[in-house]
Nanobody, 115 residues
Framework: QVQLVESGGGLVQPGGSLRLSCAAS????????MGWYRQAPGKQRELVAD???????DYADSVKGRFTISRDNTKDTVYLQMNSLKSEDTAVYYC?????????WGQGTQVTVSS
């Protein structure tokens, strides 16, 4: 059974940093695309960033230059380093891993940016 366990969310002041982690278990995921999505209250879930098995990355325009996604295939873990956080980054962040016809989601971790 595949499980994704996220950690690292919390409350941070504007301009601060957080690092999210998502550890996958139940299979091997080196060939999967791994990514982070977020959903703010009253808004649709949106892609924040993702990374392919060979390390190619894609970012939402709103986080380019501030967020960095990375992965450790030896640990089946994906990370999201978030710097220069803004109030509009407040959301529940979800880990996702996927390949053709298969997609798994984490339970979500709350990130709140507020003074």
């Amino acid at each position: 059974q595949v499980q994704l366990v996220e950690s690292g969310g919390g409350l941070v002041q504007p301009g601060g940093s957080l690092r999210l982690s998502c550890a996958a278990s139940g299979s091997t995921f080196s060939t999967y695309v791994m990514g982070w999505y977020r959903q703010a209250p009253g808004k649709q879930r949106e892609l924040v960033a993702d990374i392919t098995s060979i390390g190619s990355t894609d970012y939402a325009d709103s986080v380019k230059g501030r967020f960095t996604i990375s992965r450790d295939n030896t640990k089946d873990t994906v990370y999201l380093q978030m710097n220069s956080l803004k109030s509009e980054d407040t959301a529940v962040y979800y880990c996702n891993i996927r390949r053709i016809r298969t997609s798994y989601w984490g339970q979500g971790t709350q990130v709140t940016v507020s003074s």
